[in-house]
Nanobody, 128 residues
Framework: EVQLVESGGGSVQAGGSLRLSCTAS????????LGWYRQAPGHECELVSS???????HYADSVKGRFTISQDNAENTVFLELRNLQPEDAGVYYC??????????????????????WGQGTQVTVSS
């Protein structure tokens, strides 16, 4: 069974840090694009960070300089390190994965799902 499982969420005060993990089972990350999304109450689900099959990373402007995405293919795990957390960073964080064939730009141009495999989410709460 193809599955992604996130962990590492929790409650922190503003300025605190967390390290989210997402481990895959049933497949390996070789040849996959990986992403972290955030769903906050009353807000649309937004892409926070991604790393493609070639190691190219992307960050939303709101998290640049504070969040870091990385992956360990030997452990089939992708990480998202969150630093200097602010109340607006709160939400449920989901990891997602999709084969890099076709590439993400082609998937977007074709109007097909950018990511089709999703985890169940992990909650991040930040108090001011």
């Amino acid at each position: 069974e193809v599955q992604l499982v996130e962990s590492g969420g929790g409650s922190v005060q503003a300025g605190g840090s967390l390290r989210l993990s997402c481990t895959a089972s049933g497949f390996t990350f070789d040849g996959y694009d990986l992403g972290w999304y955030r769903q906050a109450p009353g807000h649309e689900c937004e892409l926070v960070s991604s790393i493609n099959n070639h190691g190219r990373v992307h960050y939303a402007d709101s998290v640049k300089g504070r969040f870091t995405i990385s992956q360990d293919n030997a452990e089939n795990t992708v990480f998202l390190e969150l630093r200097n957390l602010q109340p607006e960073d709160a939400g449920v964080y989901y990891c997602a994965a999709e084969r890099n064939c076709p590439p993400m730009t082609a998937r977007q141009a074709l109007g097909i799902a950018v990511y089709r495999t999703w985890g169940q989410g992990t909650q991040v709460t930040v108090s001011s």
